[in-house]
Nanobody, 125 residues
Framework: QVQLVESGGGLVQPGGSLRLSCVASISTLDNYAIGWFRQALEKERKEVSC????????YYADSVKGRFTISSDKAKNTAYLQMNSLKPEDTAVYYC??????????????????WGQGTQITVSA
């Protein structure tokens, strides 16, 4: 069983920055991808970003393009989501998910097999 452990959430003012980390307890993430979803209160969970650990292909939702940057550290089996210029509408619980990579298509994962516990991000003055 693969476990994903997230960290880095918290309270930040509008315009501020946070970095999320997602560490996977797996021997290798070759042929895997990690993605980030977020779910605001009383709203559906939505895709935010993902990265393919084999070819570093990335995806960003339009709402975060130019503000969020996803990266990976294969040696540490870790994905990061650097979030800059945060807005109140970015407030949500953020979840990381791991699964087999998707060949072709815009998203990186063919299945969402393993989920992190979620971390709250609140953007407020």
């Amino acid at each position: 069983q693969v476990q994903l452990v997230e960290s880095g959430g918290g309270l930040v003012q509008p315009g501020g920055s946070l970095r999320l980390s997602c560490v996977a307890s797996i021997s290798t993430l070759d042929n895997y991808a990690i993605g980030w979803f977020r779910q605001a209160l009383e709203k559906e969970r939505k895709e935010v970003s993902c990265i393919d650990f084999s070819d570093s292909r990335m995806y960003y939702a339009d709402s975060v393009k130019g503000r969020f940057t996803i990266s990976s550290d294969k040696a540490k089996n870790t994905a990061y989501l650097q979030m800059n210029s945060l807005k109140p509408e970015d407030t949500a619980v953020y979840y990381c998910v791991a699964g087999p990579r998707l060949y072709g298509g815009s998203w990186c994962l063919s299945r969402h097999l393993y989920w992190g516990q979620g971390t709250q991000i609140t953007v407020s003055a």
